[in-house]
């Protein structure tokens, strides 16, 4: 006998649709959908009864790019995969994408055993992995197209931190020659790391080491030139390629005019660059260290044109890059040299919210919120329509969300394990009651109900958001 759930009388919202509905879940997955008050939907029966009057039935986010456990600038990024998709599946995401790192003369496997054994039996909420490739070689080409069969489909590759992450024009160039035949995605971090460095070591030198310079050093025309060249080894490679937190207006002209001339070139914001500038890198007492990342916020006026580039569909995705580290004791080595302050903002907890409140602001419709936070990233890796929708078939990952209720963003409320909300004191509409997980209730109204080890490992097929 299978458990039946029915979701009664919300207003289901999908990337494609609007509709006044009712949702049958049976055990993991959404049986069927019918408009409330009919006679289809009236015959069903239930074990369990939602009541979404009055609310929204919205799919689980995806949010494809987050760092639990990262070591980065001699610490680890301070949520685990426990409580890192326990404030996830909070915040009304049912499904992380979490980076696995190959470390430099190791294998990608290694990498990923690892990673693996992190989140194995830790998880809240679904999660799927991609590959950072540190040291391109021959051997790491080969396992590249191994790890694609097996649902690890893309790799992130870094122009950016010489001597750590980095990848040189060369070794680019051949793992993207490898994604054009093997079906993978590669994830570009575009930032011009060797020239930053040098600007960076100039800057100290004239003893400009707060938080704000930062900002000053990873230049906005550095951003846009590591995002055309990016752009220009995809094209010569034939592959496609996806920018990761892009946050300067040079670097969203460069991926539209790409996608003017119809190239497979995607691009992603997050939130921090919608929603903080530099005024928040500069506040004082070294309060700035909470609002370090890289690419690094950009002077409020970017800001438009990256709700343009979302309206527009020359951003695709949002996704949060959660990469949390405490003030105390983390941001804090960088004090007296922003260089050493770790790079990475907490947000898995704050997404959906954030971009509601942007569909109360008016910068982006309903189905737009749905189609940026959930279908496009399920579809730009490989998990659609398992994940990203609710469709008959589809895991029953659903949030209800009550587009009325107030909240406000705060450490002293949020489940993020972090010292800090870079939200802190924000007022925003909007907030998530109820969660399922694959029918299962991680959150019921406003209770965590969910437990470490329910969320699984989900392998994903090649892109599914090709031109
Ligand atoms: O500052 C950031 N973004 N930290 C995480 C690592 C990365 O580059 O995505
Ligand atoms: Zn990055
Ligand atoms: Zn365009
Ligand atoms: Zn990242």
């Known amino acids: 006998m299978s458990t039946r759930t029915v979701i009664r009388g919300g207003l289901v919202i999908t990337a494609s649709d609007e509709l006044h509905a009712d949702v049958l879940i049976e055990d993991t997955r959404i049986a069927a959908i019918a408009a409330t008050g009919t006679s289809a939907a009236d015959a069903w029966t239930a074990d369990r009864i939602i009541d979404a009057t009055g609310k929204y039935v919205i799919p689980g986010g995806v949010d494809a790019h987050t760092h639990m456990e990262l070591p980065f600038g001699g610490t680890f990024a301070s949520d685990t995969f426990e409580t890192g998709t326990r404030a996830a599946a909070w915040g009304g995401t049912t499904t992380i994408i979490d980076f696995a790192v190959q470390s430099v003369g190791r294998s ?15 998880c809240a909420i679904d999660y799927g992995f991609h590959m950072i490739v540190s040291d391109v070689n021959q051997d790491t080409l080969k396992e590249m197209d191994l790890l694609v069969e097996e649902g690890v489909t893309s790799f992130k590759q870094f122009m950016a931190y010489p001597g750590v992450f980095y ?13 054009a035949e093997n079906g993978g995605l590669i994830m570009m971090h575009a930032e011009n790391g060797i020239a930053i460095d040098v ?38 490679a034939g592959a496609p390629l996806y920018v990761v937190h892009v946050s300067a207006t040079e670097a969203v002209a460069e991926l539209a005019r790409a996608r003017d001339e119809g190239l497979n070139v995607f691009g992603e914001t997050c939130p921090q660059y919608l929603f903080l500038s530099t005024d928040n890198l500069a506040e004082p007492d070294f309060e700035g260290a909470k609002y370090v990342c890289s690419t690094p916020l950009r ?3 970017h800001q438009a044109a990256l709700w343009r580039g979302l ?18 004791g983390q941001k804090e080595l960088g004090r007296g040299d922003f260089s050493k302050i770790p790079n990475g903002l907490p947000g898995v907890e704050n997404r959906m919210d954030l971009l509601h409140q942007a569909v109360v602001d ?7 919120w749905i189609e940026i936070a959930c279908a496009t990233p399920a579809r730009m890796f490989g998990l659609y329509p398992k994940k990203g929708t609710i469709a008959p078939g589809a895991d029953a990952d659903v949030v209800i969300y009550d587009p009325h209720a107030e909240q406000i963003m705060s450490a002293e409320t949020h489940h993020m394990n972090v010292d800090y909300s870079a939200y802190e004191g924000r007022r925003t509409t909007g907030r998530v009651e109820t969660v399922l997980s694959r029918g299962t209730s991680v959150i019921t109204d406003r ?4 437990r470490a080890g329910h969320g699984s490992y989900t392998p994903r097929s090649t892109c599914q958001y090709l031109l």
Do not use: Y
């Not at 990608?108 to 992190?118: H, I, M, Q, V």
């Not at 906005?220 to 990016?230: I, S, V």
């Not at 309206?311 to 105390?328: E, G, I, Y």
């Open 362 to 368: 008016g910068h982006i419709s309903r189905r737009r």
């Open 108 to 122: 990608l496997r290694e990498g990923l055993d690892a990673w693996n054994a992190k989140a194995d039996g830790k």
């Open 299 to 301: 002077p409020r006026e």
């Open 167 to 179: 990848s040189d024009d060369g070794q680019i160039l051949r793992a993207m020659q490898r994604s």
């Open 311 to 328: 309206r527009t569909n020359d951003l695709q995705v949002v996704s949060t890059d959660h990469c949390p580290f405490c003030f105390t």
């Open 199 to 236: 600007l960076v070591e100039q800057a100290l030198a004239r003893g400009e080491t707060d938080p704000r310079f930062h900002g000053e050093v990873r230049k906005a025309l550095l951003e846009a030139e590591a995002t055309h060249r990016a752009i220009k080894l995809a094209q010569v």
């Open 447 to 450: 209770e965590f109900t969910g």
